[in-house]
């Protein structure tokens, strides 16, 4: 009988380790696909400059993607990830994700971004901690790329929902849960636009 629990034991063991493996290497793979097919949009783009302004670029070309509206880069903590629409929880597995109704990168007000901080799906944000004030952030889209420089950071409670307010200036505004694994509250990082 023990060596059946024994055996069982160490099955169980393996099944969660090759779930976990699995999962990284979608998350991976998922990244990995939504990047390429953006910047070979991006290459598309370029070729093609008979657009007359940024909007025709945005409405044309936005739906061929993959789902991707940029890609941000945090060189502090060697992060580059796809940003999709929308911060739907299958969203947040395989990106960072757009708050709907916020502006766009660039535009006036306040451009926002929610990720993950795990450690099998989603874990995009796990270093965000590590930003300081003057740290960079480099959102590229189809049309541009754009630079903030962090300004701020702070921890609020989850109800605190005032960070995503619309301002008068471009900024962005990141959002993550922390602590990692307990979520108690909310990790804000804001950017002003460079």
Do not use: W
């Not at 099998?120 to 590229?140: A, C, M, P, S, W």
């Not at 960070?163 to 602590?179: A, F, Q, R, W």
């Amino acid at each position: 009988m023990k060596k059946i629990i024994g055996i069982i034991m160490i099955l169980a063991g393996i099944s969660l380790i090759a779930f976990s493996g699995f999962a990284k290497y979608k998350v991976y793979k998922n990244q990995k696909d939504m990047i390429n097919a953006f910047e070979n949009t991006i290459k598309d783009v370029d070729k093609e400059k008979t657009y007359t302004d940024d909007s025709e670029i945005k409405s044309k070309d936005l739906d061929n993607i993959k789902g991707a509206i940029g890609i941000i880069t945090i060189p502090k903590i060697n992060l580059k990830a796809a940003i999709c629409e929308g911060i739907e929880s299958e969203n947040l597995k395989y990106a960072v994700g757009h708050f709907p109704g916020t502006p766009l990168p660039g535009e006036m007000g306040n451009f926002c971004i929610a990720g993950h901080r795990s450690y099998t799906y989603g874990e995009f944000f796990n270093r965000l901690d590590e930003l300081q004030v003057d740290d960079e952030i480099i959102v590229k889209t189809n049309i541009n790329e754009y630079k903030y420089k962090v300004y701020e950071k702070k921890v609020v409670e989850p109800s605190e929902i005032s960070v995503l307010d619309n301002t008068k200036e471009p900024i962005i505004t990141l959002v993550t849960c922390t602590p990692i694994r307990i979520a108690t509250h909310r990790l804000i990082i804001k950017g002003k636009l460079e």
